[in-house]
């Protein structure tokens, strides 16, 4: 039975947070077999940030938590809200500083969210939009009045800095969201849509570390502990469904592509943005692009790309925003958000 449900949810306040370490793709020459003009013309790439001075020594350099403890202080103050005001925080994470506990929980005590529940949601790179779906429906059923949403990886410590199909995607960065229940009229998402089809689990994985295959001397040598990706596959997937979850979220709110002011999508490859924007008709220059400079932050690139896009003032009122994202599952995501 559908019934009009008491709130919306807005974002009053973003924030991100970017290492300062960056690698360029005349770095990754000098490591793999790859080339300045292959990653750019092939991904759009030119550049993405990481957490360590060396490339792959995670021994103590900044993690996870540490990224996302910056991005939500950002957001906090934007948001003008008080820690021990937000009642949840939900962090998408594949990359956590520890297995146990979680990336929420050491937030919570870094940050005094002293009235706040919270968890990790694994959706690789749909993460964002899972996170932000799960605390839209908090909020608009009356369950929670703040959330805090966090989207943070260390995708350089799951990197193969060994395989030139892979190591040039990937980037370290943070992005964060305090979503308040605001008044049904007005800013605030407007719908979600979330997708997963576990058939494809192996497009993209990670072989081993988890509880069925532990890490031996043998398979920390082989790499088992690092994204493994069938790069092609990945792409046709990622075009059609991205696609497809637009084409769905805008008929279901009797909208058109013309309707939509800006594209906030994950940033995985540019061609992927490219193919989407021809095949949904809506110009290029609607899609917020900033795969350049960071390359794929994972759960993190869509909450930093709307941040940035926001705070350079490119955003304004009474503008409808589609955001999608897709990630290892596969799992993919759609949302409307009114500024
Ligand atoms: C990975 C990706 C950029 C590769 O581009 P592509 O045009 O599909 O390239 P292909 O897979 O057809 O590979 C073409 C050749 O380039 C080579 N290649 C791969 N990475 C390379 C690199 N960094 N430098 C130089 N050559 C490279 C391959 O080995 C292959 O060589 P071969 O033909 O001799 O076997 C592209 O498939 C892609 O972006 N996929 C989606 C990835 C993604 O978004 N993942 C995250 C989802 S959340």
């Not at 991904?43 to 540490?66: F, L, P």
């Not at 429906?137 to 929670?144: L, N, P």
């Not at 989207?151 to 305090?178: I, M």
């Not at 084409?247 to 800006?262: V, W």
Request: proline share 3%; with cysteine.
């Amino acid at each position: 039975m559908a019934y009009e449900l008491p709130f919306r949810a807005r974002i009053i306040g973003s924030g991100s947070f970017i290492p300062p370490r960056v690698v360029t793709n005349d770095e990754l020459e000098k490591i793999v077999d790859t080339s300045d003009e292959w990653i750019r013309t092939r991904t759009g790439i030119r550049e993405r940030h990481i957490v360590s001075e060396v490339i792959g020594d995670h021994t103590g350099a900044m993690g996870t938590a540490d990224m996302a403890e910056r991005a939500c202080k950002e957001a906090l103050e934007m948001a003008k809200v008080k820690p021990s005001e937000i009642d949840m925080v939900v962090v998408a994470t594949i990359t956590p500083d520890l297995r146990l506990p979680s990336v929420a929980a050491l937030l919570q005590a870094r940050l005094g969210l002293t009235n706040a529940s919270g968890f990790d949601v694994v959706a690789a790179c749909a993460g964002s939009l899972y996170a932000l779906s799960i605390a839209d429906k908090f909020i608009t059923t009356g369950a929670a009045k703040r959330v805090l949403v966090v989207g943070g990886e260390t995708l350089s410590s799951v990197t193969n800095w060994r395989d030139r199909n892979t190591c040039v995607l990937f980037g370290d960065a943070a992005g964060a969201f305090v979503v308040e229940a605001a008044p049904r009229e007005g800013e605030g998402f407007v719908d979600s849509q979330l997708y997963m089809d576990g058939t494809h689990w192996d497009t993209i994985h990670i072989p081993a570390g988890g509880s069925k295959r532990m890490l031996t001397p043998q398979l920390l040598e082989q790499r088992a502990d690092r994204i493994i990706m069938n790069g092609r596959e990945t792409y046709k997937f990622a075009v059609r469904a991205l696609t497809e979850a637009a084409e769905a979220i805008l008929k279901r709110n009797r909208m058109t592509a013309s309707d939509i002011h800006h594209v906030v999508a994950h940033q995985a490859n540019l061609r992927i943005i490219e193919a989407v924007a021809e095949r949904l008709a809506v110009p290029l220059d609607r899609f917020v692009i900033n795969i350049d400079r960071y390359g794929n932050t994972s759960s993190a690139s869509v909450l930093l790309t709307f941040d940035e896009a926001r705070r350079g003032g490119r955003m304004k009122g009474g503008e409808n925003v589609l955001m999608l994202a897709i990630g290892a599952g596969m799992v993919w995501a759609s949302g409307l958000y009114r500024t």
